[in-house]
């Protein structure tokens, strides 16, 4: 299975999904259904969430050593610092690392509902770069990816804090940065650009979530600190009460954006698919995605 060092080192555009461990047996079969229906466009990788305070740690590894048994499709396991000492991170990546996973998303996590600051275990850490230290004190070869944010981490002091504090992740050795999901291309570039000039040479791949819903999404776009475009909130307005023209809607802006950052040369496409497939699936039809190719597709 190819590490995302080796995803990201060809000419063509990778795509990637993301996934989260379900919580009932019903999810389980809706997550298998969604993963058929994508396998199809063979993604380059399939990342698996980590749930808030570490509370999916076992199903993270179990999800991404079924993901590439049953689908022969490289994963990547995502790793936060809530709730855990140094040792019992460092017992998790080596577990990772036994289950012949080889791509760790390293990040700080949030904090609890309801806390405006991240407090670290006692012997925990504090931040995501001492996080992608300590994966590469126990191994050169996991690929490992990092967060950043082209609309501003919300607890950011400030967008070059912001960015100062992204280098420390890429410097610790990160192969490449996923962004937070965003609705403005312009936010993306701009701070593809910034990265560029501080320095940042690994890929910045920008992540994608398909408006569904437009309710979800503004409560997820709030979260985040995601802008939502008048344009876009305008037509989902204008279709409130009707689902599958909201769907249609998401889809066709979704299509647009990927287009638009393809044609500025994105390294990849990070598609935040929460476990279903319609969106994507519609995304990478309407954007010719070749489903009959063995290997990594091409655009
Ligand atoms: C692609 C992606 C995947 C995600 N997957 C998950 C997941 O699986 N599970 C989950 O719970 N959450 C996930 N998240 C959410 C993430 O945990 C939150 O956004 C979290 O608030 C910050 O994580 P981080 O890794 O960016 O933290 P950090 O990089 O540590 O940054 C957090 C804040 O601290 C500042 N900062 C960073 N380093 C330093 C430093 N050394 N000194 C001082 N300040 C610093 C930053 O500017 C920022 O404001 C994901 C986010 C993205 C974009």
């Known amino acids: 299975m190819l590490t995302l060092g080796e995803i990201y080192s060809g000419e063509s555009t990778a795509i990637s999904v993301e996934i989260f461990p379900p919580k009932t047996p019903d999810g389980d079969q809706a997550l298998f259904d969604t993963l058929d229906r994508l396998a199809v466009f063979q993604p380059d990788f399939v990342s698996c969430t980590y749930g808030a305070g570490g509370s999916t740690r076992d199903r993270t590894i179990e999800l991404c050593r ?16 809530v709730g855990s000492t140094r040792d019992e ?14 791509n760790i998303m390293a ?7 309801g806390d405006e600051t991240f407090t670290a275990v006692a012997g925990g850490l504090e931040h995501a770069n001492q ?21 501003v981490h919300p607890e950011a002091a ?20 996923f962004t937070q999901l965003f609705y403005v291309n312009d936010s993306f570039l701009r701070f593809r ?13 920008p992540g ?20 939502i475009p008048g344009e876009l909130s305008d037509r989902l ?3 409130q009460d009707d689902r599958d023209a909201q769907l249609a809607v998401g889809v066709e802006y979704a299509v647009e954006q990927c287009r638009e950052l393809i044609d500025a040369g994105v390294p990849g496409i990070h598609f935040y698919a929460l476990n279903r497939s319609q969106a994507c699936a519609r995304i990478l039809e309407a954007l010719g995605w070749n489903t009959s190719s063995e290997s990594s597709g091409e655009w």
Not at 134 to 143: A, F
Not at 208 to 227: D, H, N, W, Y
């Open 158 to 177: 400030d967008a070059t804090r912001d960015l100062e504090n992204l280098k420390r992740k890429v410097d610790a050795g990160a192969d490449a940065v």
């Open 193 to 205: 650009d910034r990265c560029g000039a501080s320095g940042i040479t690994v890929p910045v791949v």
């Open 237 to 239: 307005e204008a279709v």
């Open 107 to 113: 990040l700080r996590g949030d904090p609890p509902q």
């Open 66 to 81: 079924e993901i590439q048994s049953r689908y022969r499709l490289a994963a990547t396991a995502h790793l936060t610092c």
């Open 208 to 227: 994608i979530m398909p408006v569904t819903e437009f309710s979800r999404i503004q409560r997820i776009a709030t979260l985040c600190g995601a802008k």
């Open 131 to 151: 996080l992608v230290e300590l994966i590469r004190g126990v191994s050169s070869d996991l690929g490992v990816g990092v967060a950043g944010y082209p609309e």
């Open 89 to 102: 991170l460092v017992e998790w990546i080596s577990r990772v690392q036994a289950a012949g996973i080889g």
